[in-house]
């Protein structure tokens, strides 16, 4: 009756037993709102788990790919970045169209104290240059992916031609981390379940009345990136009906990362997805951890509708050729989000800086945008991170296609 009780737990429909977490946090947070703060407990031991373990999956699993690489193989991980930054750019130029259709003006509030954002892009592109070359320690510990991907690829490189038994130890390396990961997501539905209930009994249901309009532009502008651009850019990959690996991506990795607000912690989920779907170990166990960092349409919308609020707000009408700019500037000083809950949100004054916004002002949008994040940082992690396993599992789709097609048509030439 145990060995049952632990099958189900461990593979049994995850979705349907997150589905019943989610309903369980709501009821307990709205019938015993203080029983429901300290079951939060049970969300944070979650999210920690899946933090701690997401950096030691990525580097295990990139060097194993890598160094089991065979010479010549494609691993399609250029098509997948290409998606990455047209996506982003594309969500952040519809951000700026919803902007202008439904101007936002903002009540500021007190600045959140504290702040330290980015100075400049050029402190973005330093920072990004130093993590590559960060301590492989330093790394890990501070789930530093651009660092543990340099050194998982660098190490992997020439482990490529080290002896078959070293290349047969990482494969059981990263089934033994794999299997460790597995263990970890089978405990969604009680994270799940902690997190809900303590934060809707923590903030309450009309915590963001006055910031509907706000939400509403953000919101929206994220449903067009996932359910219109998105399945467009798949379509144009995979010629095929792309609204079924749409759907199955939001609902088995966004609702996950809606709840734990961070793309970081939702790696092992995405990956574990991506086994699932058929993806290639060689594609998703690079491309999943790089999409965390680079892949940042829902960051790019947030920046950018925000930073337009704000403009507003002080009297600006910048005309569309400025909001152009815009756009690339939001795509760009999104790749430099961080993968944690509110990374997003210091680089506001980066943009702001465009329309000579004094920094008081940015740092008080910033505090609206802490104000207003229970829910607009759940939906910018639940579409970055679902965005990550749509497009490679549609770049992986792709490349399947093409190599059944040359199989059919070589032997005939």
Known sequence: ?????????????LVL????????????????????????????????????????????????????????SNSALKPVVVLYLLGTFLAALTAVILSFLFPTQLELVASPGNIAPPQGIGEILKTLVFNVVDNPFNALTSANFIGILAWAIGLGIPLRHAAQSTKTFLL???????????????????GIFGLV??????????????????????????????????????????????????????????????????????????MGLAERLGVRESIYSVSIPL??????????????????????????????????????????????ASGVAGGSLL????????????????????????????????????LNSSTDVLFTTAVSIAEDNKEQADYVVEPSA
Not at 38 to 51: A, E, K, Y
Not at 233 to 241: A, C
Request: proline share 5%.
């Open 172 to 190: 059981d390396l990263s089934e033994a981390v794999s299997f460790v990961v597995k263990v970890v997501i089978s405990l969604a539905p009680i």
């Open 291 to 336: 999409g965390a960092t680079i892949n940042m349409a829902g960051a790019a919308i947030t920046v950018t509708v925000l930073t337009l609020a704000a403009a507003y707000t002080q009297g600006l009408n910048p005309d569309f050729s400025t909001a152009l700019l815009l756009s690339l500037v939001a795509a760009i000083c999104a790749c430099g």
């Open 347 to 382: 680089l506001i004054p980066l943009a702001c800086s465009l329309f000579d916004i004094p920094a008081d002002i940015s740092a008080q949008v910033i505090g609206v945008g802490f104000i207003i994040g229970v829910i607009q940082d759940s939906a910018e992690t639940a």
């Open 17 to 72: 037993r997150i589905a019943i977490g989610l309903v369980l946090g709501i009821l307990l947070a709205f019938f015993n709102p203080e029983y429901a703060k300290d079951v939060g407990v049970l969300g944070q031991f979650f999210v920690r788990s899946l933090r701690a373990i997401a950096p030691i999956l990525v580097f295990i699993l990139v060097l194993s790919a890598i160094a089991n690489k065979e010479v010549g």
């Open 1 to 13: 009756m145990s060995n049952s009780l632990s099958s189900k737990l461990l593979n049994g429909n």
């Open 197 to 270: 209930a303590d934060t809707i009994a923590t903030n309450g249901p009309d915590a963001f009345l006055g910031y509907i309009h706000l939400l509403a532009v953000l919101l929206s502008a994220m449903a067009v990136v996932a359910f219109v651009l998105n399945p467009a850019l798949v379509y144009w990959k995979i010629r095929r009906n792309p609204y079924p690996l749409v759907f199955t991506c939001l609902r088995e990795s966004g609702i996950t990362a809606f709840f734990t607000r961070s793309s970081a912690a939702n790696i092992p989920v995405n």
